[in-house]
């Protein structure tokens, strides 16, 4: 059979039986899954190329017993943002979701002595500020001037034979922050020369300066300390 009589070929779900459709494989080790299925696994898990089939069931299974661990938790604290860490205080649990219907999403729970670490990891980019001058040409400030762009993530490592690792965002969108105190060059020497130096005296750069920065490295913090008991010394 030749490659479009086999991008064609009707394929058979190792797991249900059903059919599936022609973009709707997803290929395990040893066999064939529908997206029907594959949606039923956690969110967290990503070695499905790697699962054999009967990996897949017993996933499958401990997904479905996870359904009457959902009905059974009651949230006490909800933590984060679009993703929310959710905790039973009483039974010790805790888990982790960006859908309201619980019942629908069967997030996964775990035991709060599942985590072995907890970290808040913050992704910083920057890009050069510069100017045009009178003739268009483009120039620099002396000295530079920045603009940094900010992105929070919580990692979570966990005990559980499915996955080790729950990482998501706490912002919605990049937090912006310039840097100023750059001067722009006049060309009078002593003009630039003052500048130059006034700026380098007011050019302290703290991102923690920044409300939007404490707001979310607060909340990872938070998380953090809910999670494991321990509050993160800020450097």
């Given at each position: 059979?030749?490659?479009?009589?086999?991008?064609?070929?009707?394929?058979?779900?190792?797991?249900?039986?059903?059919?599936?459709?022609?973009?709707?494989?997803?290929?395990?080790?040893?066999?064939?899954?529908?997206k029907?299925?594959?949606?039923?696994?956690?969110?967290?898990?990503?070695?499905?190329?790697?699962?054999?089939?009967?990996?897949?069931?017993?996933?499958?299974?401990?997904?479905?017993?996870?359904?009457?661990?959902?009905?059974?938790?009651?949230?006490?604290?909800?933590?984060?943002?679009?993703?929310?860490?959710?905790?039973?205080?009483?039974?010790?649990?805790?888990?982790?979701?960006?859908?309201?219907?619980?019942?629908?999403?069967?997030?996964?729970?775990?035991?709060?002595?599942d985590?072995?670490?907890?970290?808040?990891?913050?992704?910083?980019?920057?890009?050069?500020?510069?100017?045009?001058?009178?003739?268009?040409?483009?120039?620099?400030?002396?000295?530079?001037?920045?603009?940094?762009?900010?992105?929070?993530?919580?990692?979570?490592?966990?005990?559980?034979?499915?996955?080790?690792?729950?990482?998501?965002?706490?912002?919605?969108?990049?937090?912006?922050?310039?840097?100023?105190?750059?001067?722009?060059m006049?060309?009078?020497?002593?003009?630039?020369?003052?500048?130059?130096?006034?700026?380098?005296?007011?050019?302290?750069?703290?991102?923690?300066?920044?409300?939007?920065?404490?707001?979310?490295?607060?909340?990872?913090?938070?998380?953090?300390?809910?999670?494991?008991?321990?509050?993160?010394?800020?450097?």
């Open positions: 059979m030749g490659f479009l009589g086999k991008l064609f070929e009707k394929k058979e779900c190792s797991i249900c039986g059903g059919p599936i459709g022609l973009m709707g494989n997803k290929k395990l080790e040893d066999g064939n899954m529908c029907d299925c594959a949606a039923k696994l956690s969110p967290f898990f990503s070695e499905r190329k790697n699962s054999t089939v009967a990996q897949i069931r017993e996933q499958l299974a401990y997904r479905e017993d996870n359904k009457a661990a959902v009905e059974a938790f009651h949230t006490n604290r909800s933590l984060g943002n679009i993703t929310k860490v959710l905790i039973d205080d009483t039974a010790g649990k805790f888990m982790v979701t960006d859908i309201s219907n619980l019942a629908e999403a069967n997030p996964d729970v775990m035991a709060l002595s985590v072995t670490n907890c970290r808040l990891d913050i992704n910083e980019s920057r890009h050069e500020i510069t100017y045009n001058d009178k003739d268009g040409k483009k120039c620099h400030y002396n000295p530079a001037r920045y603009e940094y762009k900010y992105d929070f993530y919580t990692v979570i490592n966990v005990r559980n034979p499915y996955f080790d690792e729950i990482r998501f965002k706490l912002n919605k969108h990049a937090i912006h922050i310039k840097t100023g105190g750059g001067s722009r006049t060309g009078n020497g002593l003009t630039d020369f003052l500048n130059t130096a006034s700026a380098i005296l007011t050019s302290g750069y703290n991102p923690r300066e920044n409300v939007e920065y404490q707001e979310f490295e607060n909340m990872g913090n938070d998380i953090i300390e809910a999670l494991t008991g321990r509050r993160p010394e800020v450097n």
